[in-house]
């Protein structure tokens, strides 16, 4: 076999053949295919799509580039969520305890931020000892001791896909739907989750901006999880705006905490509980009420001896940025558009996110918002209050805020998205 010819098929529109998917897939983890020709492949993919065969065996190649995990030896059927990436999107915080709490266990592996989108891992790490990177031995110690566990996916786990998603990352080819797809799944299925809900962002602060595409995502990822014997179902939730009131990494723990004390923002509060809901029916867990978990404490009992499990200290005060600026609202009205790329990526500019995979990101940093759609703000009242260690980011930050939000006439009519706009099993 060799990679030109792989290259030709499907630059040429053509379908490739599993003998090519697996060589190249393999090839690729062993060195043996080079960077700028897996490129040259990823392109032609992007540009002339893969069906739904092709995807589902360069998905089986991806898994079968390294190991697969098992949890048959736990007492509790296990159920997993995987989001595809948004701003605010603190969500994994509460709910992996939550669903813990109601009697599944949730096996978490989750990953790093990069871009305008904040990353589970990073949220985490502001939490003081908290340990992202665990053996398997480890993981599997604390998800059977608490019912849930939030790590970093081993190296052994898909390896042609932590290669292949760095390649993409610097080629222009991350966004294709097949690739997105087969990427995602291909971490999952291997982590042997037992089932799987989706949560598919669309909006401006999605990778998705449309609801056609996102729906085409979520159901090829869907058809590939079913097949593979892992209950898969999808929601398709909103983020035109940030989820809840904060984006940024201990701002976002902060949040999260208050959720699990039985607070936190209303949108937060109903994502975490539907996405519970969806777990528990996925992994066959009958007469849970997840809003109880979190109104009794038992999701909180389950958060702080996770947090533990793995070095971190609950009760630590959380890092505060030690640079704030407010902006105020200009004119007096009804807040109808507060644009989640726009905010996401103002926290990354004042040090939230990375622009390098190496890139070290700051706990404090990130925006606070004061109003959300369909609120009522007054000219001059705080609407968003943006925090850094590094004053001289602010003016680069507030560059990206000139056309963030849409303040109508007071009393105006506003009629806010739902967060859930879809499901797809
Ligand atoms: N997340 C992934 O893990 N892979 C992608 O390709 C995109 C988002």
Same mark, same amino acid.
């Given at each position: 076999m060799d990679v030109i010819s792989?290259?030709?098929?499907?630059?040429?529109? /053509? !379908?490739?053949s599993p003998e090519q998917i697996d060589w190249v897939i393999d090839a690729y983890t062993r060195g043996e295919v080079a960077d700028e020709q897996m490129s040259a492949l990823a392109m032609a993919i992007l540009l002339n799509g893969m069906d739904r065969e092709e995807i589902a065996r360069w998905t089986a190649a991806m898994i079968a580039s390294g190991e697969r995990m098992n949890f048959d030896s736990l007492s509790r059927p296990t159920a997993d969520k995987h989001s595809t990436g948004g701003v605010g999107d603190k969500i994994t915080l509460p709910l992996a305890p939550l669903v813990a709490a109601c009697g599944a266990a949730v096996p978490q592996l989750s990953g790093r931020g990069l871009g305008h989108t904040g990353g589970t891992l990073d949220k985490l790490e502001s939490i003081p000892g908290w340990r992202a990177l665990l053996s398997n031995e480890e993981m599997l110690h604390v998800l059977d001791t608490t019912g849930a566990v939030i790590c970093a996916a081993g190296d052994g786990l898909a390896p042609a896909d932590k290669k292949l998603y760095a390649l993409r990352d610097v080629t222009g080819t991350v966004e294709a739907i097949p690739l997105i797809a087969s990427s995602i799944m291909s971490k999952k299925i291997a982590e042997g989750t037992g089932s799987l809900v989706l949560d598919v962002k669309v909006g401006t602060g999605a990778f998705m901006k449309n609801i056609d595409d996102a729906r085409e995502l979520a159901s090829t990822m869907v058809a590939l999880g079913t097949d593979s014997g892992v209950k898969t179902v999808a929601l398709l939730t909103d983020? +035109?705006?940030?989820?809840?009131? $904060?984006? /940024?990494?201990?701002?976002?723990?902060?949040? +999260?905490? !208050?959720v699990l004390a039985g607070g936190g923002p209303a949108d937060v509060v109903e994502l975490t509980i539907a996405l519970a809901r969806e777990m528990l029916d996925a992994a066959g867990v009958k007469d849970a009420d997840p809003a109880k978990a979190l109104a009794d404490g038992s999701a909180m009992d389950v958060?702080?001896?996770?947090?533990?499990?793995?070095?971190? =200290?609950? =009760?630590?005060?959380?890092?505060?940025?030690r640079e704030q600026h407010v902006v105020t609202a200009p004119s007096t009205g009804v807040l109808t558009r507060l644009d989640?790329? =726009?905010?996401?990526?103002?926290?990354?500019?004042?040090?939230? /996110?990375?622009?390098?995979? !190496?890139?070290?990101?700051?706990? &404090?940093?990130?925006? !606070?918002?004061?109003?959300?759609? &369909?609120? $009522?703000?007054?000219?001059g009242q705080p609407l968003l209050t943006l925090h850094t260690d590094t004053p001289e980011k602010f003016d680069y930050a507030l560059k990206s805020l000139t056309d963030a939000w849409d303040i109508a006439e007071p009393g105006a009519k506003f009629t806010p998205n739902p967060i859930v706009l879809d499901r797809i099993a």
């Open positions: 792989v290259i030709r098929t499907k630059r040429d529109k /053509g !379908e490739l983020m +035109s705006t940030p989820l809840g009131l $904060t984006a /940024g990494n201990a701002l976002e723990v902060r949040e +999260s905490v !208050e958060w702080r001896r996770m947090i533990a499990a793995q070095g971190g =200290d609950p =009760d630590a005060t959380l890092p505060v940025a989640a790329y =726009d905010i996401g990526i103002a926290a990354w500019r004042l040090g939230a /996110g990375r622009a390098r995979k !190496e890139d070290p990101v700051q706990a &404090g940093a990130g925006v !606070e918002l004061h109003a959300k759609p &369909g609120d $009522t703000v007054t000219a």
